[in-house]
């Protein structure tokens, strides 16, 4: 899940390495059904991490939204893992020095029914590869369903 534009990138940056909370909208369903495309996400600068947040980094020139499924050691170096909850893969892992924050609160205007059930049931999926299948079930079965209903 994508944050900000890019031309807004560097100054989110800037206010987080600041110390200051960054408010902005998402792009992208890699963190379907907590965050979709349109939701607005708040970032803490703050650093105290645990596995399960959902937390923002640098990857390239662009800002990163997935959830912290795993921290380990090697080489002396700390390494932070990260995954989408709509994704079966691990994202490569990053270092500190590239976590910007984590999110601290999610706000979204309109919601469709299909989207209250998965968030209704998401408390259940959400650590396990099994939510990316449950979605992909449930996103195939309503791309099957809407070419039902228009024939």
């Not at 607005?40 to 645990?50: Q, Y």
């Not at 912290?68 to 170096?77: H, T």
């Amino acid at each position: 899940m994508e944050t900000a534009p890019s031309k807004f990138k560097g100054i989110s940056e800037d206010f987080l390495s600041n110390g200051m909370d960054v408010r902005t909208s998402t792009r992208g369903s890699s963190m379907y059904p907590l965050i979709s495309t349109g939701d607005r996400i708040t970032i803490s600068p703050e650093k105290n991490l645990g596995i399960g947040n959902v937390i923002v980094f640098k990857r390239d020139d662009q800002m990163v939204c997935h959830r912290l499924v795993r921290v380990f050691e090697k080489d002396g170096m700390k390494y932070y893992q990260t995954r989408g909850d709509s994704f079966f893969n691990l994202d490569e892992p990053v270092t500190l020095n590239q976590i910007l924050g984590k999110v601290i609160r999610i706000e979204r205007k309109n919601m469709s029914f299909p989207r209250r059930i998965l968030l209704f049931i998401y408390p259940a999926l959400k650590f396990g590869r099994f939510n990316a299948f449950v979605i992909n079930a449930l996103v195939k079965l309503r791309a099957m369903f809407n070419s039902v209903i228009k024939q």
